[in-house]
């Protein structure tokens, strides 16, 4: 079995919409992480003639990704890709999660999730030359168990940062469209949006604070979004903290309001498509949520905005 090279997987865990694209972003800029975005994507965008990386070229034509996919296709062969996404979802989905966290993962499914994942990454970390990778595929029901998979399956170091943002913000940010429509300029409408967005938050997150609660310091650190936008400076340097990782390069860049640089990310906001990006406040939710869906948010979440330290206010 091939031994894994990764220093570090840096895990951005909860629901989207949260600014995960953006901290996936910032941590990039660090010489020795590599930032990838959505990775749990890369199988699912394969055969998605939609999707691109973040270099604005397919898959195929981007010097980042088609070399390693090509040791992929070597390995695996390419009418294997839907098998491997298939096996992504078998290890990593909220039914196999106790599978994982209480040992129960042994046999043929896993030994060939450690296989696959390990050459994957250990591609990833040949072709950046950086020892740490940032995975922020967050926390879906499909793929929730996936931070946690990495870590026993694979035996990579995985450090999860918990982003949360407030769920109204979610909830709007949900009814705007989808990502992957908009990014190809159509229409992104999403059916009962915020409704969705409001059942997701609060189960991917609620699994994520149950399972941080069982996780030690070592390993799980929360992150508000707002936080971060609003101070990134401290935020930034809990974030180093919590990593070990020596983060002044990147404190300077952001206090100075200086651009960052956007690698090659898989899947995620289609602020990622952006060469350059900066900072910034997206607060929009405040002026055009309707009151019903505030009431609607109040009424079942205040428990985990509670713990969040999210003002119940509509």
């Known amino acids: 079995m091939e031994e894994n090279n990764i220093k570090m997987l840096i895990y951005i865990a909860g629901y989207g919409r949260s600014g995960s694209t953006i901290l996936d972003i910032i941590l990039g800029n660090h010489e020795h992480i ?5 990775l749990v994507n890369l199988f ?4 998605d003639l939609k999707r691109l990386c973040s270099c604005g070229k397919s898959y195929k034509d981007c010097e980042f990704w088609y070399p390693i996919l090509s040791n992929l296709f070597g390995k695996f062969g390419k009418n294997e890709f ?3 996404k298939r096996l992504q979802r078998d290890v990593e989905s909220l039914t196999k999660l106790w599978h994982i966290l209480t040992g129960f993962h042994s046999g043929i499914r896993y030994d060939r999730y450690r296989g696959v994942m390990t050459l994957l990454f ?3 970390v040949k072709a950046s030359g950086k020892p740490f990778v940032v995975d922020s595929s967050k926390s879906s029901t499909d793929h929730v168990g996936r931070p946690y998979a990495l870590r026993k399956v694979c035996g990579f170091n ?10 109204r913000g979610v909830m709007w940010s949900l009814m705007r469209g989808s990502n992957l429509e908009m990014e190809i300029e159509t229409n992104g409408t999403i059916p009962f949006a915020p409704y969705r967005a409001l059942m997701g938050w609060l189960l991917s997150n609620t699994i994520v604070t149950l399972m941080g609660f069982f996780d030690t310091a070592k390993h799980y650190k929360l992150v508000r979004y707002e936080d ?3 101070n990134p400076e401290n935020e930034l340097r809990r974030i180093s ?3 070990g990782i020596n983060m002044d390069q990147i404190i300077t860049q952001v206090s100075s309001r200086s651009s960052l640089n956007v690698g090659h990310n898989v899947g995620g906001n289609r602020l990622r498509l952006s060469q350059k990006v900066k900072l910034s406040r997206d607060l929009e939710w405040k002026q055009k949520l309707p009151v019903k869906l505030r009431l609607l948010f109040l009424f079942l979440a205040w428990p985990l905005a509670l713990k969040y330290g999210y003002r119940l206010h509509i």
């Open 44 to 47: 699912y965008d394969d055969r």
């Open 122 to 124: 250990n591609h990833i």
């Open 158 to 167: 995985v450090k999860i940062i918990h982003l949360v943002r407030d769920g």
């Open 241 to 243: 903290s919590f990593l």
């Open 228 to 230: 971060l936008i609003n």
């Open 82 to 84: 839907h098998k491997i």
């Open 34 to 38: 590599e930032s990838v975005g959505e």
